[in-house]
């Protein structure tokens, strides 16, 4: 190539030729990919591809449970036992009395029967003193009053009570008092007015002193 340039130039020296810029075009070319040829890594051949190993699974399914036992066959129905009826036992009846022996000849030793002791006489009648009749306080009970309900007065009187013989009050005292005087006053004026039972000693009537609670609350009245 260096024989051809120089023939080319020594022809035409001093006159401007396409040929020679070709030819010195094509061979910088051809130098200049031989060397990249050359410097080019060689470049390995792709691995072959993997193959996939492909796992076929395949589920079996567990064999049937097996039938129950069939059932026992039934018991015969039981026969319940014969009932014993106990027949009542004949009761034994006493012999029958043997008659009483009468003797006809009466003897010399034989004495009479002492006659039979008169009835005993009645126990005394018990002592005790006197008491309220019930139904008295029922009847006639004892008057709240209205001053009292107004002041908002209540409060329990016990009275001290002097019975005669026929049941009557002869003497009223007040053993406690309510702290208010309408109130120990209306229970006074209410047991005048009463029977009591009379207190009793060998069986005849006494006097006789009693009790008498007398309770005023102003939610009862």
Do not use: C
């Not at 014969?82 to 027949?87: A, I, L, S």
């Not at 009479?112 to 126990?123: D, G, H, K, N, V």
């Amino acid at each position: 190539m260096t024989d051809i340039k120089y023939k080319i130039e020594s022809e035409q020296p001093d006159q401007f030729s396409w040929i020679r810029v070709a030819g010195i075009s094509v061979a910088t070319a051809l130098h200049i990919a031989t060397g990249l040829f050359l410097l080019a890594p060689v470049s390995k051949s792709a691995p072959a591809e993997e193959k996939e190993d492909i796992v076929q699974v395949t589920f079996i399914e567990p064999p049937p449970p097996p039938p129950p036992p069939p059932p026992p066959p039934p018991e015969p129905p039981k026969r319940p036992p014969p009932k014993v009826v106990e027949r009542p036992q004949p009761v034994p009846q006493p012999p029958p009395p043997e008659p009483p022996v009468v003797f006809e000849d009466a003897s010399p030793m034989a004495v009479e029967a002492p006659p039979p002791a008169p009835p005993a006489p009645p126990a005394p009648p018990q002592d005790y003193g006197p008491s309220e009749d019930q139904t008295y306080r029922r009847i006639r009970p004892p008057r709240y009053p209205p001053q009292a309900l107004r002041n908002r007065e209540q409060g329990e009187v016990i009275l001290r009570v002097l019975v005669d013989t026929n049941g009557d009050p002869i003497q009223i005292e007040v053993e406690k008092s309510s702290r208010s005087r309408l109130l120990d006053r209306a229970a006074m004026d209410a047991v005048r007015q009463w029977k009591f039972n009379p207190g009793i000693r060998n069986g005849q009537p006494v006097q006789g002193w009693v009790l008498v609670p007398i309770n005023f609350r102003l939610d009862e009245a």
